[in-house]
């Protein structure tokens, strides 16, 4: 079993950047894939990027692409995402999840945070 905490989130202008940390309790965490997925006020959850295990398969949608990017450092069981040229439309709670398979699901995966909040004023 895993625990996620995310921190990171905030209030940014369009074009501005953050740096979205995931930190993981348990000593599983480098077996497992990992995910942000993101929630805007009325939408369905969707996912934006996930990481194989090792970090040498990344997966990520088409409207993140070249913008974000995602990573994880093993070792201090912990996922990053680096969002840049954020966009107003980027405004959401964001997700890590975790889970053996990827998915493009949210619901493919067992395990998920509270979120973070990411604002990003126009």
């Known amino acids: 079993q895993v625990q996620l905490v995310e921190s990171g989130g905030g209030l940014v202008q369009a074009g501005g950047s953050l740096r979205l940390s995931c930190a993981a309790s348990g000593r599983t965490f480098s077996s497992y894939v990992m995910g942000w997925f993101r929630q805007a006020p009325g939408k369905e959850r969707e996912f934006v990027q996930a990481?194989?295990?090792?970090?040498?398969?990344?997966y990520y949608a088409d409207s993140v692409k070249g913008r974000f990017t995602i990573s994880r450092d093993n070792a201090k069981k912990t996922v990053y995402l680096q969002m840049n040229s954020l966009k107003p439309e980027a405004t959401a709670v964001y997700y890590c999840e975790a889970g053996q398979l990827y998915s493009l699901r949210p619901t493919g995966y067992p395990y998920w945070g509270q979120g973070t909040q990411v604002t990003v004023s126009s």
């Open positions: 990481i194989s295990s090792s970090g040498g398969r990344i």
